[in-house]
């Protein structure tokens, strides 16, 4: 259904792409519809739907899809990232990790059988999440000894700030206009 973000007091607001499907296949765009990771080239490959495999990540409260006359919560099924495979281990780019983005670096090492994390990019949703989460995210990012964090937007300036604490030079606020080389 249609994607929409709710607060408490406030208006449904529709948030979902604002072209149709139809109009966009008449301009020529083709859709590959699936749940499934999918290769785009020798290391180069799709997350496909995220599973939920951490026990403190959920998806935010705030989304909701259109079912009929009612609202049902978004359980983001379609969230997915990209991951690309290189002589120092993945790396892995993701919109705003609504599944958690700690689930989706699981679901790249499950994907590829590669443990390395080498690069990290984009957003990590952890922006008005409790401390306790932030907390938790941390750690999982330090077992799991990812090299470089170029993290932005919905991870928020808070958790930006403990993560850059944290991980000294290996993390970056990754914004528009930065040059990032991978391995």
């Given at each position: 259904?249609?994607?929409y ?5 406030e208006e449904y607001?529709?948030i ?11 301009l020529g765009?083709?859709f590959?519809?699936t749940?499934?990771a999918v290769?785009i080239?020798?290391d180069?490959?799709?997350?496909g739907?995220v599973?939920?495999?951490?026990d ?11 079912e009929?006359d009612?609202?049902q919560p978004d359980?983001?099924l ?36 590669v ?17 306790e989460?932030?907390?938790r995210?941390i750690?999982?990012l ?7 964090l170029g993290?932005?937007?919905c ?10 604490q944290?991980f ?13 080389e991978v391995?």
């Amino acid at each position: 259904g249609d994607k929409y973000a709710h607060r408490e007091g406030e208006e449904y607001r529709y948030i979902g792409i604002p072209f149709r499907r139809q109009y966009l296949e008449s301009l020529g765009a083709i859709f590959n519809l699936t749940t499934k990771a999918v290769k785009i080239a020798d290391d180069i490959l799709t997350t496909g739907e995220v599973l939920m495999q951490t026990d403190f990540e959920t998806t935010a409260s705030m989304f909701y899809v259109r079912e009929g006359d009612g609202w049902q919560p978004d359980m983001v099924l379609d969230d997915l990232a990209l991951i690309v495979k290189t002589g120092l281990g993945l790396v892995v780019i993701v919109g705003c990790a609504h599944r958690g983005i700690i689930n989706t670096l699981y679901q790249a090492q499950q994907l590829t059988g590669v443990r390395e994390i080498h690069t990290v990019l984009g957003g990590a949703h952890l922006v008005g999440e409790s401390e306790e989460r932030v907390w938790r995210t941390i750690a999982a990012l330090k077992e799991l000894d990812v090299k470089r964090l170029g993290l932005c937007h919905c991870t928020g300036l808070p958790a930006a700030s403990l993560l850059a604490q944290e991980f000294g030079e290996r993390f970056f606020f990754n914004v528009t206009g930065s040059v990032i080389e991978v391995p």
